[in-house]
């Protein structure tokens, strides 16, 4: 039998039962529309973390306290560590230190609300210096103005805030001059930061700047910082700057192995790495989940062509004494199996990847986030290729069972 | 030489049953022979023997010269596609199929080219009288006409032997009729060997020949004194 007559020929098969070919495949469809969406929504949150990434300038370079967290249970140590402090950043802005770096500036995180008149809104108060945020990000106030070095140095109640933050809870009044709450302490504000949205993980309209002694000070009283986020002169210079960065906290903290380093460093390309690394590593694990949901789906594939099988004993009798070779049955049924799981693989990347290009757009629109559908060509070619060997791996052995019927027995069979 | 020539021809099941106990006769090409015999005499095994559908324990079975054993697997397929073709008494057609995706069956495993398919099946339908029907559902057939469906499909790739196993066993009598009339129109007019298995005296008289078996032996062989012929009127 030629190749096309048996390919017509399982095709047949398959459309004398479409609504059990369809149940059939059910699993694979399932199966491969999760690898589909996985992987797109995979790519989507790749790519948005990347352009937030990128946002930060490729001359950033953080440095954190504590150990470099290999994993979620060294998490802890890090959060907790109080190892960067102002003697830090006083010898890394020294020239002669660090010569290629252009601003130090340390960031403190304040948990908590800020209120005005009754007002409440759960807003991000960061500790910091308004004017290195203004200039890493080019967004400047469109009202009133940053505060500088006078008071920080004054531990200032002064705070600069997001449009969103302006208009949560003072409405349509003007902000500029007036005291809001954080922590029982009143800052002032002022200045206010236009509408910008998200930039580099950073969503300006919800932030609170207030500057980070005062923070230390009188709202966390702690005499260390969350991290110092610094910038080198030029992307060139990034690995030189993080080698200088390493070896002038070292000197202060008193350290000459470099495993006992209490900080660490991250440059924009390692924060790339760990995100890519990460996703990697979230995408496989992912992937064998489905894999197995797969083999699930092949096992039902198997089991409804032995059903098959069994149904049409007769029809396999027949073929064998009107001159079908076991080969021809074989082929038949092996095909019948491939076509079906094709078909489901067709069928799960159609829907993964409309599921995936409507959730897209839910996200983007739901909380404005810059996220793009992304079609993951790879999937849709992994999506073809594991749902076709599926079907060739779970459709031997029924296609092999009715193969080896003996034709006599087969036309016998009630 | 002739077309099948069987000697002391044996048949043990499995499971102890002997259905064939030494068989032995010979079919000419062109011949028309019944083998009849009570139920559980052996004449099913027998056409399955001769039809390359079963293998047999003991003796000898030549078709067309050649030892049934010595054919592969690969040419008794073919010889049963190109040489043979096959009535039961149960029809076995596919229901979910047209009568010309039915007819066509065989064609599929045969070497007879894609553009003269069409062509051969068409002329098969028409010689059973049923090329008002060719698109059918085979579902949608009376018995008779069903049976017509799976003679055109036996005769579609001009076999050398046609195996009749109780073609007319589920027919009302008139339609039984039109079966045989085709049957013996199959071997009077195209020369095709016929091999037909019956309970029936007055159907295996079509036959020019009559084997009798009763008990897996070969009881009588008679040539059919008054044999009867087909009205004629379909094969053409």
């Known amino acids: 039998m030629k190749l096309q007559d048996s390919l017509k020929t399982s095709i047949r098969g398959l459309q004398s039962n479409i609504s059990r070919s369809l149940l059939t495949i059910l699993g694979i469809v399932i199966g491969i529309t999760a690898i589909i969406l996985m992987m797109s929504m995979g790519k989507g949150a790749e790519n948005l973390i990347l352009n937030e990434i990128a946002g930060l300038g490729a001359e950033t370079v953080v440095i954190r306290p504590g150990k470099e967290p290999s994993g979620p249970t060294d998490l802890g140590d890090t959060l907790f560590a109080t190892s960067l402090k102002s003697r830090d950043l006083d010898a890394l802005r020294k020239k002669s230190n660090v010569p290629h770096l252009i601003t130090a500036s340390p960031v403190l995180l304040v948990p908590g609300t800020v209120s005005f008149e009754g007002e409440t809104y759960r807003a991000t108060v960061m500790g910091g210096e308004a004017e290195f945020f203004a200039n890493s990000f080019n967004i400047f106030p469109d009202r009133g103005a940053l505060f500088g070095e006078l008071e920080i140095r004054q531990n200032a109640s002064v705070a600069v805030i997001g449009d969103k933050v302006a208009t949560e809870l003072f409405g349509l009044s003007d902000p500029l001059g007036e005291f809001i709450r954080v922590k029982d302490r009143k800052f002032r504000i002022v200045g206010i930061f236009p509408a910008t949205g998200q930039v580099a993980f950073l969503n300006f309209d919800e932030m609170v700047i207030i500057p980070y002694t005062t923070a230390q000070q009188y709202l966390l009283g ?129 829907l993964g990847a409309s599921l995936s290009y409507i959730l897209s757009i839910v996200i983007s629109i739901g909380f404005g986030l810059n996220w793009g559908f992304v079609f993951p060509i790879f999937g849709a070619v992994l999506g073809i290729g594991m749902s076709t060997l599926v079907g060739l791996i779970f459709g031997i052995y029924p296609a092999r069972k009715a193969s080896l019927k003996s034709p006599i027995e087969a036309l016998r069979y009630e | 030489m002739p077309l099948f020539e069987l000697s002391h021809i044996e048949k043990k099941y499995p499971d102890g049953t002997h259905a064939l106990r030494g068989i032995s006769f010979s079919i000419e090409k062109g011949d028309f022979v019944s083998i009849m015999g009570p139920s559980g005499s052996g004449k099913s095994t027998l056409l399955h023997i001769l039809g390359f559908l079963d293998d047999y324990t003991a003796g000898e079975f030549l078709f067309e010269g050649k030892r049934y054993r010595d054919y592969t697997p690969d040419e008794i397929a073919q010889v049963r596609n190109e040489k043979m073709g096959f009535i039961f008494q149960s029809f076995n057609l596919l229901s979910r199929a047209t009568v010309f995706d039915n007819v066509m069956l065989p064609l599929l495993y045969s070497k ?81 060997t016929v091999i037909l298995i019956t309970h029936e005296t007055y159907t295996a008289e079509y036959a020019e020949r009559i084997i009798t078996i009763r008990d897996g032996l070969l009881e009588k062989e008679v040539a059919v004194e008054n044999r009867k012929f087909g009205s004629g009127s379909f094969i053409k």
């Open chain 2, 112 to 192: 007879v080219p894609q553009n003269e398919r069409k062509e051969t099946v068409l002329s098969a339908i028409e010689s059973v009288g049923l090329s008002h029907r060719i698109e059918h559902m085979s579902s949608q057939l009376s018995g008779g006409e069903r049976q017509r469906v799976a003679i055109a499909r036996a005769l579609v790739n001009n076999p050398n032997v046609i195996f009749a196993d109780e073609p007319t066993g589920n027919l009302d009598s008139k339609s039984g009729e039109v079966i045989m009339d085709i049957i013996c129109d199959l071997n009077k007019k195209k020369n095709h």
């Open chain 1, 222 to 350: 702690i005499d260390y910082f969350h991290e110092i986020i610094t910038k080198a002169d030029s992307p060139e210079s990034v690995a030189r700057t993080v080698q200088d960065i390493e070896a002038t906290l070292r000197e202060v903290h008193g350290i000459e192995d470099p495993e006992d380093d209490d900080f660490y460093v991250a440059t924009q390309q390692g924060i790339v790495d760990q995100v890519q690394t990460i996703l990697g590593a979230l995408t496989v694990f992912l992937s064998s989940v489905v894999a197995i949901g797969l083999v699930v789906g092949g096992i039902g594939v198997m089991n409804i062509m032995l059903v098959s099988v069994t149904e049409r004993t007769r029809e396999i009798g027949l073929r064998k004494a009107i001159g079908a070779t076991n080969k021809d049955i074989l082929f038949q049924f092996l095909f019948e199996a491939v076509i079906l799981t094709a078909i489901g693989g067709v069928i799960g990347i159609v």
